[in-house]
């Protein structure tokens, strides 16, 4: 089927169905690697509510923003721990392209089933990245309405990338921009600012000439 | 005998435990103290020695007098501490891993707050069978 997307989960569906039926305590559970699928309906129905439930409780679209970046934050750090087991062999990233290259594809993959379709560095500041999803799963069925036009559900996923950076102790800045292209309505860009720390660190860890 | 903590990223400690305590060591109850403050200060030390390498385990990473500081730093930057007395790396390598895999399920608690101490009974049953297992 092609819209689906896999989820971060403790165990797959059947298995945890199954220790739901036995009531296994969690820590009894195996973190095995088998990658579980959600459906995709599930997803956006979970999600719609997740903005339902959040627009009920802000003013504005900012407080929204920052909001839904809680909720990513919660998944994010999460994700890290879990993937840094599962695919990495338990290994930490130490340098900047490395724990960027990290997000946009081992962690992307995981969490949307395919890699982000670009990572890029700006031209303009040293310590901004950016990473484009042509079609994120968040903004697929999100329709958004005119006074809401600034809106980029994409917050979400900023959050999730946040938490990842700031779990492996590079501290950054990220928020999601809607960066239309032809052909990709929700493309999403996420904007990553790295803290001043996180350069300088960068800068001493060059091989020195 | 052997002292174990988690810290948190904010330097705060998770989870608390001691093992092999012998009868002498009993009589020394205000090492209990001393061991947080040795442990406290090798954590300067695992700051730096976490740049040098990709690996989660640092070995020993500081001395005092016939103690040895070994560490282990997890993708999210929560570290095991454990302050022993005999050089056992192995051991200690394969008690950090398995203690890692039960930290990384009790994460996976939604219930469970990053930073927040870990007061699971069951978690510290584990980790206490473990200490026991690897670090006799």
Redesign the interface.
């Known amino acids: 089927m092609a819209g689906r997307l896999s989820m971060v989960n403790?165990a797959s569906f059947e298995n945890s169905r199954y220790a739901l039926a036995k009531k296994i305590?969690?820590?009894d559970?195996t973190?095995s690697k088998g990658h579980a699928e959600v459906g995709i309906s599930a997803f956006a129905f979970l999600f719609s509510e997740m903005l339902q439930y959040s627009q009920k409780r802000v003013n504005g679209i900012q407080d929204l923003e920052r909001k839904l970046a809680d909720f990513g934050y919660?998944v994010g750090?999460?994700a890290?721990?879990?993937i840094?087991?599962r695919d990495k062999g338990?290994?930490?990233?130490?340098r900047v392209l490395n724990v960027l290259y990290f997000v946009h594809s081992v962690m992307w993959k995981s969490l949307f089933g395919k890699q982000a379709d670009s990572l890029e560095k700006s031209t303009d500041n040293e310590d901004e990245y950016m990473i484009s999803d042509n079609d994120p799963v968040v903004t697929r069925y999100i329709s958004v309405p005119r006074e809401y036009s600034s809106l980029n559900c994409g917050a979400f996923i900023a959050g999730i990338v946040e938490a990842v950076l700031d779990?492996?102790?590079f501290p950054a800045r990220v928020s999601a921009h809607s960066n239309p292209m032809e052909g990709y309505p929700g493309r999403t860009t996420l904007v990553i600012k790295f803290d001043k720390s996180v350069m300088e660190?960068e800068k001493d860890?060059e091989p020195k000439r | 005998m052997s002292y174990f903590v988690v810290v948190g990223?904010r330097d705060n400690p998770l989870y608390e435990a001691e093992f092999g305590l012998a009868r002498s060591d009993l009589k020394r109850e205000e090492h209990k103290h001393l061991n947080q403050f040795i442990v406290h200060a090798a954590l300067d030390m695992v700051d730096e020695a976490?740049?040098g390498?990709?690996?989660?385990y640092l070995k020993t990473v500081d001395k005092f007098n016939d103690f040895f500081v070994s560490a282990y730093?997890?993708?999210?930057?929560i570290r095991f501490m454990l302050l022993h007395d005999s050089p056992n790396s192995d051991g200690i390598r394969n008690f950090f891993?398995e203690t890692?895999?039960?930290?990384?399920?009790?994460?996976?608690?939604?219930f469970y707050e990053?930073n927040a101490p870990i007061t699971?009974p069951?978690?510290d049953t584990?980790v206490k069978a473990l200490g026991k297992k690897y670090l006799g």
Do not use: C
């Not at chain 1, 338990?90 to 130490?94: A, C, H, M, N």
């Open positions: 403790t305590p969690i820590l559970r973190l919660r750090i999460r890290l721990e879990l840094t087991w338990g290994k930490r990233e130490t779990g492996s102790q660190r860890a | 990223t976490m740049w390498t990709k690996e989660m730093v997890t993708a999210s930057g891993t890692h895999e039960l930290f990384i399920k009790t994460l996976l608690n939604p990053l699971s069951t978690f584990k």
